[in-house]
């Protein structure tokens, strides 16, 4: 699931999705904040939402699934993919920080929110690879 979700976020944050016109998926839904002020209803198309959401979720779902075979040292290699994975994203963040500026910051911000579960996933997975063939 995390393959549609990413390309689908790709083509949003890329513009690519501005275009299409989903008439099915625009609906006014409440805005905590926009332009026009606080606390109002707002027309949106809901694929940058529905991409966005279905990412965080098959992120989620990698990230905390449980591996067939686990046991102490799995929970180990996870503990430290996860400490890896927030002392990576922490310096990707604040290298975004000197230098990206303007709206980009915000896409870049966007993008680092999902970092951390996809860093995480990605050690993790390698570092279960490299033990399973050092067991065999």
Not at 34 to 55: H, K, R, V
Not at 118 to 129: C, D, G
Request: aromatic content about 14%.
């Amino acid at each position: 699931m995390v393959v549609p979700f990413l390309v689908l976020s790709v083509l949003c944050i890329c513009g690519i999705m501005d275009d299409v016109n989903l008439s099915i998926l625009s609906i006014k839904m409440p805005a905590l904040v926009n332009y026009s002020g606080w606390f109002t209803m707002n027309e949106t198309n809901l694929i940058d939402e529905i991409a966005m959401l279905g990412l965080l979720a098959s992120l989620v779902f990698i990230g905390l699934s449980r591996e067939c075979d686990e046991d102490e040292m799995t929970a180990h290699i996870r503990m430290q993919s996860f400490v890896w994975s927030a002392w990576a994203t922490s310096a990707i963040i604040a290298l975004g920080i000197f230098f990206v500026y303007d709206l980009e910051f915000i896409t870049f911000m966007l993008i680092a929110m999902y970092l951390y579960l996809t860093l995480y996933a990605v050690k993790f997975n390698l570092a279960m690879y490299r033990e399973r063939k050092e067991q065999r």
